[in-house]
T-cell receptor, first 114, second 114 residues
């Protein structure tokens, strides 16, 4: 069964460093998402991406965050200058276009900022 | 998207049917009911979705009341591996609707007891 894959599974970084989280969405999917979950809290929407541009973003997704689809398969989330409060599990997700509306999630990348 | 209400926690004995309720009294005609679950801190896993008819797949059954104001997710023979947080999410579906992010609430923490 096709799945969304994410790397790394866990990353520890120092405050102020840049971090890039990578995702390979399901191959025929066209909509891509990043969510995050701080330990013990809800899963929160960050951003959605379609046709090489952001289609929606939350208040969390400020200027420190950016997303990119550098080639035909990868979808990345960059945090420019990490803060302690960025420590969370980050989930990538994808869905097909009009023929499939279910959103499928990856297993997550656990980011620890120290 | 319409708001949903779920009990914060439930218990069920292994081998029995687990029935998870969800209220969505403000649901509109073009909104679907989706169920996801999250085991530990893994990525949310799609279970099932429906509009107004009852649905069944290999994981679960979804029963939606005739007025569509509430629904029940049924896991017919719960196992210990079904212990998870279950999310009921109401969402518009259709390719004209754009990115259609999922909005997660707190969900129901289901514990399957041996």
């Amino acid at each position: 069964e096709p799945e969304v894959t994410q790397t790394p599974s866990h990353q520890v970084t120092q405050m102020g460093q840049e971090v890039i989280l990578r995702c390979v969405p399901i191959s025929n999917h066209l909509y891509f998402y990043w969510y995050r979950q701080i330990l013990g809290q809800k899963v929160e929407f960050l951003v959605s991406f379609y046709n090489n541009e952001i289609s929606e973003k939350s208040e969390i997704f400020d200027d420190q965050f950016s997303v990119e689809r550098p080639d035909g398969s990868n979808f990345t989330l960059k945090i420019r200058s990490t803060k302690l409060e960025d420590s969370a599990m980050y989930f990538c997700a994808s869905r097909q276009s009009f023929s499939g509306n279910t959103i499928y999630f990856g297993e997550g990348s656990w980011l620890t900022v120290v | 998207d319409a708001k949903t209400t779920q009990p914060p926690s439930m218990d069920c004995a292994e081998g029995r049917a687990a029935n998870l309720p969800c209220n969505h009294s403000t649901i509109s005609g073009n909104e679907y009911v989706y169920w996801y679950r999250q085991i530990h801190s893994q990525g949310p896993q799609y279970i099932i979705h429906g509009l107004k008819n009852n649905e069944t797949n290999e994981m679960a059954s979804l029963i939606i009341t005739e007025d569509r104001k509430s629904s029940t997710l049924i896991l017919p023979h719960a196992t210990l591996r079904d212990t998870a947080v279950y999310y009921c999410i109401v969402r518009v579906q259709g390719y004209l609707q754009g990115a259609q992010k999922l909005v997660f609430g707190q969900g129901t923490r289901l514990t399957i007891n041996p």
